[in-house]
């Protein structure tokens, strides 16, 4: 079976200070792998999306950015952060386009 | 752009009591709907989900209608239980070849013992 890895949980950075987040697929191969955010009360932002490795697509312009130097790794990176940043990001992946996407137990950022 | 409203935001029922959370979608092309049960501090977690080609689909104490031509979908949950208070999500994914989920806001159920 698959199962969707998230770390750290929970997470207190000061403004400015860099970002790493990782998220690693088990139990498949060349999966698609997304990243969400989730603000508090709200739905789920899409952010970044991978179909393959050193394949990245953004939905939305930030200061953050997304690798995946694997095939089942997909990394959300900044070099600094900003308050604005704070929220609940998510990592997800199915199997292709337009199937069911699982997702992780979240970290949960917060910005001081 | 792509648009999906959820209704209501919050529910409560009693304990046995059936719940519906409704949403419809903007996308004509949209032919895939998720729905997503989100417990505290975790992930969301897929419970049923259908496709543009069925009306119906159900699984046990839960279902999901869906009318294409005025574009909305609904979830349905019977015989509740208080473990099934949660914020639920749906979502609409686009025709194939793009990859992204359109999600609602949410509903929070809380389900009264």
């Known amino acids: 079976s698959q199962t969707i890895h998230q770390w750290p949980a929970t997470l207190v950075q000061p403004v400015g200070s860099p970002l790493s987040l990782e998220c690693t697929v088990e139990?498949?191969?060349?999966?698609?792998l997304y990243w969400y955010r989730q603000a508090a009360g709200r739905g789920l932002q899409l952010l970044f999306y991978?179909?393959?490795?050193?394949?990245i697509s953004s939905e939305v312009p930030q200061n953050l950015s997304a690798s995946r130097p694997q095939d089942r790794q997909f990394i959300l990176s900044s070099k600094k952060l900003l308050l604005s940043d704070s929220g609940f990001y998510l990592c997800?992946?199915?199997?292709?386009?337009?199937?069911?996407?699982?997702f992780g137990d979240g970290t949960r950022l917060s910005i001081l | 752009g792509e648009n999906v409203e959820q209704h209501p935001s919050t529910l409560s029922v009693q304990e046995g009591d059936s719940a519906v959370i409704k949403c419809t979608y903007s996308?004509?092309?949209?032919?895939?709907f998720p729905w997503y049960k989100q417990e505290l501090g975790k992930g969301p977690q897929l419970i049923i989900d259908?496709?543009?080609?069925?009306g119906e689909k159900k699984d046990q104490r839960i279902a999901v209608t869906l009318n294409k031509t005025a574009k909305h979908f609904s979830l349905h949950i019977t015989e509740t239980q208080p473990e099934d208070s949660a914020v639920y999500f749906c979502?609409?994914?686009?025709?194939?070849?793009?990859?992204?989920?359109?999600f609602g806001t949410g509903t929070r159920l809380k389900v009264l013992a």
């Open positions: 259908i496709r543009s080609n069925v």
């Open positions: 979502a609409a994914s686009q025709a194939s070849g793009t990859y992204k989920y359109i």
């Open positions: 996308d004509s092309a949209s032919n895939y």
């Open positions: 997800a992946w199915s199997w292709t386009a337009n199937q069911p996407q699982h």
């Open positions: 139990g498949t191969s060349n999966p698609n």
């Open positions: 991978s179909v393959g490795i050193g394949q």
